[in-house]
């Protein structure tokens, strides 16, 4: 596979990947562990944290350093990636029952890969113009990429699956026309 110019191949994950708790207090809580190896450490993850707080601290085994946490963009609260000079990494938004998740380099769309039962579907679909790209598994978390993937893109989608959004739960208010019969 023929991969842009501009992607670093440091932050692509190519197999199975699991999110798994390491410590119940401080920094890290949990690791994302691929091939036996550590491809991520995870401070706590909560959805209050992530999207009024001061957001969920995220190291890279090559040092980076990412903060997953939340903007505002037309009335809506995003959830996005930042580096460490505060530059975007990866963004989230909502549209129709879909996520959109944008990176530097890539543009994909995580939708419920089967919705039987109550509640939040369990198994998701990252894909993109050429189709699948990673399947994301709610519980246990984890990931199964069909091709390379962005970490930044999986860590958001982990996010996604396992919160969902603040406006997907918000009354929706009936329309006001003056005049109206």
Not at 22 to 45: D, H, Q
Not at 100 to 120: E, F, K, Q, S
Not at 148 to 168: D, M
């Amino acid at each position: 596979m023929d991969l842009p110019l501009d992607i670093d191949a440091r932050h692509l994950l190519d197999g199975p990947a699991r999110l798994r708790r390491v410590a119940p207090w401080g920094f890290p809580a949990a690791a994302l562990i691929g091939s036996g190896e550590t491809v991520a450490l995870l401070g706590r993850m909560g959805w209050f944290r992530i999207y009024f707080g001061r957001g969920q601290r995220i190291e890279l085994a090559d040092g980076t350093r990412w903060t997953l946490t939340s903007i505002t963009t037309g009335g809506t609260i995003s959830p996005v990636i930042l580096d460490a000079s505060g530059r975007r990494v990866t963004q989230a938004g909502f549209r129709h029952g879909t996520y959109g998740i944008n990176g530097r380099d890539y543009a994909a769309v995580l939708h419920p890969a089967d919705t039987t039962g109550l509640g939040r579907a369990n198994r998701w679909m990252i894909s993109d113009d050429d189709g699948e790209v990673a399947i994301i598994v709610r519980s246990p978390l984890s990931v199964i990429p069909r091709r390379p993937v962005h970490v930044g893109a999986v860590l958001i989608a982990f996010a996604l699956v396992r919160f969902g959004l603040p406006e997907e739960s918000a009354p929706l208010m009936p329309a006001f026309r003056w005049g109206a019969r």
